[in-house]
């Protein structure tokens, strides 16, 4: 039909159904002469007026307003519209509804790290608080899947557009992994309780510098998971991705697990390195070439922490310790008591064959390793402090650490070259 104004299809209308103007005004309760302006177009019927007038001729409103009856075609497309509409408002919403439980998900992870924080530092059970955080840790991640299911089961694939519906689903996904994410690095957070005890806290600072380091080795594995993760995906015809992407990661994938493994090797010898060479190989030490020498300076009292105190054996009648080394105020043969005290404090050395070769007593606190020499009496020792100890520590740190955490970044630095060379 040829489209017209509202007044020429009305008029086209009225004639059709074998009316008068006056036959229509007296169904619209108007004047006979409204219903020739309008056909004239010299004015338009009330907005109230169209949908008598459309239920009158048997029109659609629209049509009326169009001037024109739709054809079977337009019927259609505007209900297809008016579907995928309605459609996409439901994926939409669906998309919303899990993101809202997922907030909840997340919410009860953030509730197992709090309730790990307190065991750990008001409690002072730090595995307890890992047990607690993992409880919560593990409730989130039921709770995450079950909204999952509920909201992939909401969309069936025979209801929506292919690509929408897989966009969709990658929505979905992003969500999930999101909130798996937070999950999993909480749970990365709370693992260095384990270093603690049933009985013990962990010091805040520790647990923050064992976290950083286990957050970091989570973040180098998930970035190497989802690249392999998307190329199966992308291989399979699970996700779009271009060729290029697909050779990108998957060329990602190799230099990451060859640089895995050359690291893997240096850690090995890092290790076996650090065995072989003991703090003490980097500590200067103080040497005895005697035994009277050696004896004399292990039988000298002094504190644990290595302090330079000069004390002799008269120092015995002083308080140097409060319980320990100090006799009673009723004891006036000092000599008898310093004998006593070497006697109970005795330790034997002897020979590779077993022969006692001669005894000591380890009053001098401040040494905590011993390192005896190849002869039969064990001459020359070695003694280390706690103080020569920390600095060997200090030296080991600068040389043997520092030098192996240069070749790590070097390695990753040279995977880096090869990848964006390659790529």
């Known amino acids: 039909m040829e489209r017209r104004t509202i007044g020429g299809f009305i008029?086209?209308?009225?004639?059709a159904n074998g009316m008068t103007q006056r036959e229509l005004a007296e169904k619209l309760n108007v004047s006979d002469k409204a219903v020739s302006r309008w056909e004239r177009d010299e004015c338009a019927p009330d907005l109230t007026l169209i949908p008598v007038l459309a239920e009158i001729f048997g029109v659609a409103s629209d049509e009326l307003l169009r001037g024109e009856k739709s054809t079977a075609k337009q019927t259609e497309e505007a209900a297809a519209a008016k579907t995928q509409k309605q459609l996409d408002r439901l994926l939409e919403v669906n998309?919303?509804?899990?993101?809202?439980?997922?907030?909840?998900?997340?919410?009860?992870?953030?509730?197992?790290?709090?309730?790990a924080m307190i065991c750990n530092s008001a409690l002072l059970r730090s595995s307890l608080g890992f047990f607690v955080g993992c409880i919560f840790y593990l409730a989130a991640a039921i709770c995450e899947s079950c909204f999952a299911v509920a909201a992939f089961s909401a969309v069936k694939a025979d209801d929506f557009d292919e690509e929408k519906l897989l966009n969709h689903k990658q929505k979905l996904w992003k969500i999930i992994t999101a909130v798996e994410a937070v999950i999993v690095t909480l749970f990365t957070v709370t693992l260095p309780l384990m270093l603690g005890g049933v009985y013990v806290g962990i010091d805040e600072g520790d647990w923050l510098g064992y976290a950083l380091v286990f957050l970091l080795i989570l973040a180098v594995a998930a970035v190497f998971i989802s690249w392999v993760v998307r190329v199966?995906?992308?291989r399979k015809g699970k996700i779009k991705l271009s060729e290029n992407t697909v050779r990108k990661d998957t060329l990602k994938i190799k230099v990451s697990a060859i640089t895995a493994g050359v690291m893997l090797l240096t850690m090995l010898c890092h290790a076996v390195l650090n065995s072989a060479f003991p703090v003490s190989a980097f500590a200067k030490g103080t040497v005895h070439?005697?035994?009277?020498?050696f004896k004399e300076y292990i039988e000298t009292p002094r504190?644990?922490?290595?302090?330079n105190y000069d004390i002799y054996e008269?120092?015995?009648?002083?308080?140097?310790?409060?319980?320990?080394y100090a006799p009673d105020d009723n004891i006036t043969d000092f000599e008898q008591e310093w004998q006593d005290i070497l006697e109970d404090n005795k330790e034997v050395f002897r020979s590779p064959d077993g022969k006692e070769m001669f005894s000591y007593a380890h009053l001098n606190d401040s040494v905590v390793e011993i390192h005896w020499g190849e002869s039969e009496n064990g001459m020359p020792v070695t003694t280390y402090t706690f103080d020569e100890l920390n600095q060997g520590r200090g030296y080991k740190n600068l040389f043997l650490h520092s030098g192996f955490v240069l070749l790590y970044i070097a390695e990753v630095v040279a995977g880096v070259v090869v990848y964006k060379k390659k790529r």
């Open 11 to 15: 008029a086209v209308l009225r004639k």
């Open 95 to 115: 998309a919303t509804k899990l993101k809202i439980r997922s907030i909840i998900s997340s919410g009860i992870a953030a509730v197992g790290l709090i309730a």
């Open 232 to 234: 199966i995906l992308a």
């Open 289 to 293: 070439e005697t035994v009277e020498e």
């Open 303 to 307: 504190p644990y922490s290595g302090y």
């Open 314 to 324: 008269e120092a015995i009648t002083q308080s140097l310790y409060e319980d320990e």
